[in-house]
Nanobody
Framework: QVQLLESGGGLVQAGGSLRLSCAAS????????GGWFRQAPGKERVVIAA????????FYESSVEGRFTISRDNAKNTTYLQMNSLKPEDTAVYFC????????????WGRGTQVTVSS
């Protein structure tokens, strides 16, 4: 059984930085792509960053492009989201996701980590 565990969330002042980590475990774990969603209070869960590891093709939602960076350490089976120049509107629960094959949607979801940005 595959599990994704996020860490690195917390409270930060506007303009600050955080790095979220998503550690994967499970003997059957495979990853062709990874991503991050977020859900702010009263809003839908939306994808903000995603990357296909083999090609390097990357997507960033417009509000985070240029400030957030998705990356991966294969040796550690860990995906990261570096978040810089944080804004109060970045406050949300952040979820990491994993795609095991080259087709279809996201196969694995983490439980989320809270990020709160104070003004």
């Amino acid at each position: 059984q595959v599990q994704l565990l996020e860490s690195g969330g917390g409270l930060v002042q506007a303009g600050g930085s955080l790095r979220l980590s998503c550690a994967a475990s499970g003997s059957t774990f495979r990853s062709t792509a990874g991503g991050w969603f977020r859900q702010a209070p009263g809003k839908e869960r939306v994808v903000i960053a995603a990357k296909v590891w083999s090609s390097g093709n990357t997507f960033y939602e417009s509000s985070v492009e240029g400030r957030f960076t998705i990356s991966r350490d294969n040796a550690k089976n860990t995906t990261y989201l570096q978040m810089n120049s944080l804004k109060p509107e970045d406050t949300a629960v952040y979820f990491c996701v994993n795609r095991r094959t080259s087709l279809g949607g996201w196969d694995d979801w983490g439980r989320g980590t809270q990020v709160t940005v104070s003004s």
